[in-house]
Structures are given as C-alpha cells and as structure tokens.
C-alpha cells in the first residue's frame, strides 16, 4: 500500500498552481507526487515532462534513468486514454536510445521488441539487420507495408528490398522494388511526386539487376532513368 505524503502533494499543487513558471525539473517532481494520487490525471503529464527533461542533460546515464522512468509511467497509462500508444512509442523509442548510446544493446533491443509489439517498428528492424538477421527484418518490413503507414510507404519499401537482398532473396527484393517504381510512375503521371525520385529509384534498380546478372533489366531500368533525366532537364529549363 502506498503511503501519501500530504504535504508533498500540497507543495505540488500549489507549485502547479503558483504564478511562476517551473522548470522541467520542477514539474518533474510535482508530476511524480501527484501521479502517485491522480494517476489518470498526471501520469500522461509525468511521461511528458521526464521526456521534456532529457532535452537538459548531456549525461547519457540521466538519459536513461529519466527514460525508463517515462517508460514505466507511460506503460501504467489507464488503457483508453487519449494519445496513450503515441507517448508509449515515444517513451519507449526515447528509451531505446538512451540504451543504445551507452552500449547496453541487449536491455535496448529488448525494448526495441516491446516498441514494434507498440507499432513501431523502425528501431527493431535496424537493431536486425545490424545484427545480420536480414530475413527477420525484412519480415517487420513486410508488416510495416501492410499497415500502410502514410507518409513511410516509400522508406519501407526501400528497406524492406534492401533486407531482403541482405537476406539473399534478390528476386523478392526486385519484386518489392518493382511495385515501388509502379506506385511512383503513378505519382509523377499525376505530379504528386519529383521526377528526381523516379531517377533514383531507376537507378538503384539498375544496381540491383546487375548484380544478379540481369543486365537486359539492369540495361532498360538505366533508359527510363536516361529518359527521366532528359524530361527533368527540359522540365528545369522552362
């Protein structure tokens, strides 16, 4: 059973409620007492404010301290609560770093694996492919397709080819590459998107069919990009 400090809580809210304004590290302690009484209230506050505090210090161990903190406050988050999942992942991200920073991969990719269970999976995926697990990363790839993140469609694509050439699966990797190039021909015919994109990604295409031996491929990736590039230079000089 946890005891309250009443006097803690009083200095809290009159701090909160005082005409100046706290520092962070102010709110941080105020936050602290009062989540202990009104989790519902200020734990989402205190998740805010320790993430808000990091931003202070060039200590990486007080990062970490002041991350966990987060995290754990930001797991006890009552289920429903409004922008609960968004200040778990930033929480948990945060975390992550901290972690990384010091070295402590096995604790940071641990957390890495509760972020993606979260629906971030950008930092697990990393930790694979460093890690040489090529194939699982490109299976969190996959899943981050499906989900249709907007905004990430074209970064998930690339590193989800870019996994699974890791991985040996050249062919699923020209496939998934294949249904980017679709997906940005449509957007330069409907000028949602740079001709400059299309250049790259024709090229990086090309390096792909070559070195798998596929030069015919390799060879007609390397004419559309010609051809872009002729149509950007005419499309620059207007």
């Given at each position: 059973m946890v005891t309250i400090d009443h006097d803690a809580v009083l200095r809290a809210r009159v701090l909160l409620l005082g005409s100046g304004r706290p520092s962070r590290a102010e709110l941080v302690g105020a936050y602290r007492v009062l989540a202990e009484v009104s989790p519902k209230a200020y734990l989402p506050k205190l998740v805010d404010a320790l993430l808000a505090l990091r931003y202070e210090s060039r200590d990486p161990k007080v990062n970490v301290a002041l991350t966990?903190?987060?995290?754990?406050?930001?797991?006890?988050?009552?289920?429903?609560?409004?922008?609960?999942?968004?200040?778990?992942?930033?929480?948990?991200?945060?975390?992550?770093?901290?972690?990384?920073?010091?070295?402590?991969?096995?604790?940071?990719?641990?957390?890495?694996?509760?972020?993606?269970?979260?629906?971030?999976?950008?930092?697990?995926?990393?930790?694979?492919?460093?890690?040489?697990?090529?194939?699982?990363?490109?299976?969190?790839?996959?899943?981050?397709?499906?989900?249709?993140?907007?905004?990430?469609?074209?970064?998930?694509?690339?590193?989800?080819?870019?996994?699974l050439e890791g991985a040996g699966l050249h062919d699923a990797a020209s496939a998934v590459f294949r249904e980017l190039l679709e997906e940005?021909?449509?957007e330069v015919a409907e000028q949602s998107t740079a001709l400059a994109i299309l250049t790259w990604e024709l090229v990086h295409f090309s390096r792909m069919r070559e070195s798998v031996g596929d030069r015919a491929g390799a060879a007609a990736a390397r004419r559309e990009a010609q051809s872009v590039l002729e149509e950007l230079a005419t499309t620059v000089s207007r």
């Open positions: 966990a903190e987060a995290s754990r406050a930001a797991r006890r988050v009552e289920v429903g609560t409004p922008k609960r999942e968004e200040r778990l992942r930033r929480a948990l991200d945060a975390y992550q770093a901290s972690l990384f920073v010091l070295g402590r991969r096995a604790e940071g990719r641990a957390i890495c694996e509760e972020l993606a269970e979260a629906g971030q999976r950008e930092p697990l995926v990393r930790v694979l492919a460093e890690e040489g697990s090529f194939w699982e990363a490109a299976k969190l790839d996959e899943e981050a397709a499906r989900d249709g993140i907007p905004g990430r469609s074209f970064w998930t694509a690339v590193r989800w080819a870019a996994n940005t021909r449509r």
